[in-house]
């Protein structure tokens, strides 16, 4: 009878451990194709407050707001690019998960090459003084 009352105990401790949470958006759209096109806008889109989750990922307040605001601008007619450029000029290149090459992202883009070949440099640095 304790193995019962243990296993029984444990339970609910293991399916907590399993338990999802999730936001659901009762936003009606005018058709499932706008649905479609605005979840994945909003999914590349990063959330301001979070670090490295999309509007869709976040349950932060600003991203709900957000996400809303991306649907309600799709049930419009607005473009993608439209709603990237409103929520760019708002937040900066930092919304997007691919920001464009351009003289304030330079860094961003060239680092990674940067450090390649700085290291490369230094490999062949260290093989010619052997």
């Keep these: 009878m304790k193995l019962l ?16 949470a999730e936001m659901v958006d009762t936003f009606q759209f005018q058709r499932e194709s706008d649905r479609v096109r605005a979840v ?7 959330c ?17 707001k957000l996400r809303l605001e991306v649907y309600e601008m799709v049930n419009q007619g607005k473009s993608d690019e439209e709603i990237i450029q409103i929520m760019t000029n708002r937040f900066g290149h930092f919304v997007n998960y691919d920001p464009p090459v351009n003289a304030q992202t330079w860094v961003l883009w ?10 490369l440099s230094l490999i062949i640095w260290r093989t010619k003084k052997k």
């Excluded at 994945?40 to 990063?46: E, G």
């Design 40 to 46: 994945a806008l909003a999914k590349s889109l990063r």
């Design 48 to 64: 301001p407050q979070c670090q490295n989750q999309n509007l869709v990922e976040s349950n932060a307040t600003i991203a709900y």
């Design 110 to 119: 060239g680092m990674p090459f940067g450090l390649c070949l700085m290291l």
């Design 5 to 20: 009352q243990k296993i029984w105990l444990f339970l609910p401790l293991v399916l907590s451990g399993i338990a999802q």
